[in-house]
């Protein structure tokens, strides 16, 4: 696959386009005119299209998004998606990481759709996130036993007590998986996922494929038979990040 349409841009946040649109609307240019996507392509020296797509929210260059924000002195912290340089940094470091897996590709798909789940952040996230926190240790215990119960040919345990103690052990791991993933919903941005792996705040005590089954079950068993998929699609998206990223921690 060519590597030309790697994606390299940057988009504003729902904060910054709000910035963005306050600026034109209450802006003026150096002779007193109100301003006009076509006059801050004039002053930011980049075509009205690329200034009309960084207004709706779209990825643009990284200069023309600078050249924009500069000309409307604004700052560029508040404007950008700071999402968007962590996961173009997430998917270089991984595609690096992973080259001879397939599972890196796949990866990258993942993190590029998260991105623009995210970008959707509303309300109804709240709804995902509360029945997360009053159900997570339950998740966590039924997740385990299912995984535990898929993978039984892999004479992980012996006798009752030892499934007991590795049960009890996977639970409190795919436990502190769920909780990332609420803080992430309660922030309302990828960005906790992604910190989380470069600080090696993900456990990983057994096989990755345990906490793939286990993550695989609360999606596809729990999450998706209960929400709409409005309502569960961010949620998903970062279950969807963890399976995907488990082999590479």
């Given at each position: 696959?060519?590597?030309?349409r790697?994606?390299?841009?940057v988009?504003?946040?729902?904060?910054?386009?709000?910035?963005?649109?306050?600026?034109?609307?209450?802006?003026?240019?150096?002779?007193?005119?109100?301003?006009?996507?076509e006059?801050?392509?004039?002053?930011?020296?980049?075509?009205?299209r690329?200034v009309?797509r960084?207004?709706?929210?779209?990825?643009?260059?990284?200069?023309y998004?600078t050249s924009?924000?500069d000309?409307l002195?604004?700052?560029y912290?508040?404007?950008i998606?700071?999402?968007?340089e962590?996961?173009?940094e997430?998917?270089?470091k991984?595609?690096?990481?992973g080259?001879?897996?397939s599972?890196?590709?796949?990866?990258?798909?993942?993190?590029?759709t998260?991105?623009?789940?995210?970008?959707?952040n509303?309300?109804?996230?709240?709804?995902?996130?509360d029945?997360?926190?009053?159900?997570?240790l339950?998740?966590?215990e039924e997740?385990?036993s299912?995984a535990?119960?898929?993978c039984s040919n892999q004479?992980?345990?012996?006798?009752?007590?030892?499934?007991?103690k590795?049960?009890?052990e996977l639970?409190?791991?795919?436990i502190?998986?769920?909780?990332?993933?609420h803080?992430?919903?309660?922030?309302g941005?990828?960005?906790?996922?992604e910190?989380?792996?470069?600080?090696s705040?993900?456990?990983?005590n057994f096989?990755?494929?345990?906490?793939?089954?286990?993550?695989?079950?609360?999606?596809?068993?729990?999450?998706?038979?209960k929400?709409t998929?409005?309502?569960?699609?961010?949620?998903?998206?970062?279950?969807?990040?963890?399976?995907?990223v488990?082999?590479?921690?």
């Amino acid at each position: 696959m060519s590597n030309s349409r790697k994606l390299r841009g940057v988009c504003a946040s729902p904060k910054g386009k709000g910035l963005l649109d306050q600026a034109r609307r209450e802006g003026k240019d150096s002779e007193g005119n109100r301003l006009t996507y076509e006059r801050i392509a004039e002053m930011a020296l980049v075509g009205e299209r690329t200034v009309r797509r960084f207004f709706n929210g779209e990825n643009v260059d990284k200069s023309y998004a600078t050249s924009i924000i500069d000309a409307l002195s604004l700052d560029y912290n508040s404007v950008i998606s700071l999402e968007d340089e962590k996961v173009e940094e997430a998917k270089s470091k991984i595609a690096e990481r992973g080259s001879d897996s397939s599972i890196a590709s796949e990866l990258i798909r993942d993190l590029e759709t998260i991105l623009q789940e995210h970008r959707k952040n509303t309300e109804i996230d709240n709804q995902a996130m509360d029945w997360l926190k009053g159900n997570r240790l339950d998740l966590a215990e039924e997740a385990a036993s299912a995984a535990l119960k898929e993978c039984s040919n892999q004479n992980l345990f012996d006798g009752d007590r030892e499934y007991a103690k590795i049960i009890s052990e996977l639970s409190k791991d795919i436990i502190e998986y769920l909780r990332i993933c609420h803080i992430c919903l309660q922030e309302g941005t990828i960005r906790v996922l992604e910190e989380a792996r470069q600080q090696s705040l993900i456990p990983l005590n057994f096989d990755s494929e345990l906490y793939q089954k286990a993550l695989i079950f609360i999606k596809e068993q729990k999450v998706i038979q209960k929400f709409t998929q409005e309502a569960g699609k961010t949620l998903v998206a970062c279950l969807d990040y963890l399976i995907a990223v488990v082999p590479l921690l």
